[in-house]
């Protein structure tokens, strides 16, 4: 049964970092675009950024791009986002998807129907 679940969210000032991490379990790892969402209530789910390959390939929006980096360890089946220069607006609940489909990785700023999603984890920024 695929299972992926996030951690690593909380509260941070504004300009500070985060890390989330996403433990994936129950499917071929490497051969799934991997992708990180957010959403704020009362509000459509925003696609951030979305690995591939193994790494090999990385997807970025533009609101997210030179602040986040999404990372991901083979070897544990771990999935990251480091989060700098936090801002009030990053504030949402951050979900880890995956789905076998390379051209949902490439459409992340569009393509939201993934086949696996987490739970979530929590980032609040104050200034």
């Known amino acids: 049964r695929v299972q992926l679940v996030e951690s690593g969210g909380g509260s941070v000032q504004a300009g500070g970092s985060l890390r989330l991490s996403c433990a994936a379990s129950?499917?071929?790892?490497?051969?799934?675009?991997m992708a990180w969402f957010r959403q704020v209530p009362g509000k459509e789910r925003e696609g951030l950024a979305g690995?591939?390959?193994?790494?090999?390939?990385?997807y970025y929006v533009d609101s997210v791009k030179g602040r986040f980096t999404i990372s991901q360890d083979n070897s544990d089946k771990t999935l990251y986002l480091q989060m700098n220069s936090l801002k009030p607006e990053d504030t949402a609940m951050y979900y880890c998807?995956?789905?076998?489909?390379?051209?949902?990785?490439?459409?992340?700023?569009?393509?939201?129907?993934?086949?696996?999603w987490g739970q979530g984890t929590q980032v609040t920024v104050f200034s």
């Open positions: 690995i591939y390959m193994g790494g090999l390939l990385t």
């Open positions: 998807a995956a789905d076998p489909a390379l051209g949902k990785c490439q459409n992340i700023a569009t393509v939201h129907d993934f086949e696996h």
């Open positions: 129950g499917f071929t790892y490497s051969m799934n675009c």
